[in-house]
């Protein structure tokens, strides 16, 4: 019998109006915010000034690192090559560095100090994507960290601040948790603020970061022939159908920011056989801590009872990679990274002007409930780009990306400055860090 096929059916293309209005919304919302503004002084201008100039003198050395990662890209846990060209380049500047720390391969930490201070640490990720490479801009995230880290040294090397600055190169963010992983290896200890920064389609000073769990369903059912004696088996992909209706139907009754999104892993083998065992996948995001275990809770009641009313059974195993926690903002130092940022000819837009929704998730949230924390969103595109896509990957290899490599440098080795250099702006960081609770004891919270 000759293979018979139909005219396949395209997927629809998603409208646009949407996206058209919330990108009115905020140019009309961005007319009018007023910035974040701080009441310290941080570090004197001659510093300040020297500092950018020292940061502005490693932009050739900056940009190739940035198109080096760009040009290959590396998975999480993986990222070797990328890990070693930020060692091989700290060596030309004489910084010596140790690639794999805090229990992972590919992780890095480099240290100088000056005197008594206190100590801030400035982040770098390297890790890409499956198929759209640097599709979220790591490559710019390690430049900038390293011309910041790199940008402190002169400082520190000057004598004209006391303190310490740390460069942790953090593996797999997309996903594997590097940053947890490292915290509950001591990689935190000691630190007072910490600075990164991640690239975007607008200047943002704090925008809101879900955090997010992870939960893997697996579900047995009994083999069976499923023309002949269906009624001797249990489905396990019908539950695994059941639980994603229950998902569908939660969605109506979760607040605006709550994102629940799931995938089939296995649906069984052969349709003539009822299969014994199917396995779905989600992510749960919310806003808050709290929230987040909430919304937790009720898509494992969801899960559950998907075996119960398919007479299967089920087993659930939550993060198994390291869960992320929302990002606590500090608006102290967020207020400093707003000042720098206007020296470079960019206003990043405060709280609120872009909505919460337009988020993702980040390991950095872990850091920020045990350390005071920036993560400012640097524009690096246009509104119309999206993250994890081929066309942003562009983006971050252009020369807007290259902008916002020095631009994003000076940014955070001036933030980080300030916060080595003014005891009060300290205080005051700290003071915030402390009443919007304190440090989280995040594997308790979790467990």
Not at 71 to 83: I, N
Not at 212 to 229: E, F, I, K, L, N
Not at 338 to 356: D, I, K, M, S, Y
Request: aromatic share 4%; with cysteine.
């Amino acid at each position: 019998m000759a293979e018979q096929t139909s005219d396949p059916i395209r997927p629809s293309t998603p409208d646009t109006t949407y996206l058209t209005s919330v990108r009115a919304g905020i140019d009309r919302a961005a007319a009018t915010a007023a910035p974040l503004t701080s009441e310290h002084a941080g570090a004197s201008k001659a510093l300040l000034d020297a500092t950018e100039a020292a940061v502005e003198a490693l932009g050739a050395d900056l940009l190739a690192l940035s198109h080096d990662l760009h040009a290959h890209p590396e998975e999480g846990f993986a990222e070797h090559r990328s890990v070693r060209a930020v060692a091989d380049l700290l060596a030309r500047h004489d910084v010596e560095a140790t690639v794999g720390v805090h229990g992972l391969e590919t992780a890095l930490k480099a240290v100088v100090s000056h005197g008594a201070g206190p100590t801030v640490a400035v982040l770098a990720e390297y890790d890409a994507l499956p198929g759209v490479g640097h599709g979220c801009g790591h490559n710019v995230i390690c430049a900038t960290a390293v011309g910041a880290f790199l940008g402190l040294v002169h400082a520190l090397r000057s004598g004209e601040v006391s303190g310490t600055a740390v460069l942790l190169g953090t593996p797999a963010e997309e996903g594997g948790g590097g940053k947890e992983v490292m915290a509950r290896d001591g990689a935190f200890e000691g630190v007072d603020a910490v600075v990164m920064l991640h690239p975007f389609s607008y200047d943002v000073a704090v925008q809101p970061f879900l955090g997010r769990r992870q939960v893997r369903a697996t579900y047995t059912g009994v083999p069976a022939h499923a023309s002949a004696q269906p009624f001797m088996g249990r489905n396990a992909l019908d539950a695994v159908v059941a639980g994603y209706n229950g998902i569908a139907m939660l969605r109506q009754h979760i607040t605006p920011s709550d994102r629940v999104h799931g995938i089939v892993v296995d649906g069984g083998q052969r349709p003539n056989v009822v299969p014994a065992r199917a396995v779905s996948e989600y992510y749960v995001r919310s806003a808050e801590p709290a929230t987040l275990t909430d919304l937790c809770g009720r898509v494992d009641t969801i899960l559950r009872a998907a075996a119960a009313m398919t007479g299967c059974g089920v087993e659930l195993e939550w993060d198994r990679r390291p869960a992320y926690l929302p990002i606590r903002a500090n608006l102290e130092m967020a207020a400093r990274w707003t000042t720098h940022q206007q020296r470079r000819g960019r206003t990043a837009l405060p709280p609120g002007v872009v909505p919460e929704t337009l988020s993702g998730s980040t390991d950095l949230g872990n850091v920020s409930v045990r350390v005071p924390s920036i993560h400012p969103m640097l524009a690096v595109s246009g509104p119309e780009l999206s993250l994890h896509t081929a066309e942003f990957a562009a983006a971050a290899g252009s020369p807007s990306g290259d902008a916002g490599v020095l631009d994003g440098a000076v940014g955070l080795a001036l933030t980080a400055l300030d916060v080595l250099a003014d005891p009060e702006l300290l205080a005051a960081v700290t003071a915030e860090f402390d009443a919007a609770g304190g440090v989280l004891d995040v594997e308790g919270f979790l467990a």
